[in-house]
Nanobody, 123 residues
Framework: QVQLAESGGGLVQAGDSLRLSCAAS????????MGWFRQAPGKEREFVAA????????YYADSVKGRFTISRDNAKNTVYLQMSSLKPEDTAVYYC????????????????WGQGTQVTVSS
């Protein structure tokens, strides 16, 4: 069992940067691939970024590639999402998720989810 708690969301202006954190419980965090997803008002939840547990291989949605960076610190049981050059269309609730079977970009493959943190980008 893994419990996830996101933090770091807030209200920022377009062009600003923000770093989200996701703290995980459990001693086997290093064996889970981790992902970030987001859900904007009136839209379905979508993939943002993922990082594998084994080699730290990263994957990004085209909409955030070059602006967002996912990373993990297994010693701290934490995964991060560094967001830069934020745009109003990045406004959403951001969720982190854990996948015990391998890295994926599909949300149905993730086993555990956090409660989400709100990111609002004003123009």
């Amino acid at each position: 069992q893994v419990q996830l708690a996101e933090s770091g969301g807030g209200l920022v202006q377009a062009g600003d940067s923000l770093r989200l954190s996701c703290a995980a419980s459990g001693r086997t965090f290093s064996r889970y691939s981790m992902g970030w997803f987001r859900q904007a008002p009136g839209k379905e939840r979508e993939f943002v970024a993922a990082i594998s547990w084994s080699r730290g291989t990263t994957y990004y949605a085209d909409s955030v590639k070059g602006r967002f960076t996912i990373s993990r610190d297994n010693a701290k049981n934490t995964v991060y999402l560094q967001m830069s050059s934020l745009k109003p269309e990045d406004t959403a609730v951001y969720y982190c998720a854990a996948d015990r079977d391998g890295v994926s970009t599909f949300q149905y493959e993730f086993d555990y989810w956090g409660q989400g943190t709100q990111v609002t980008v004003s123009s």
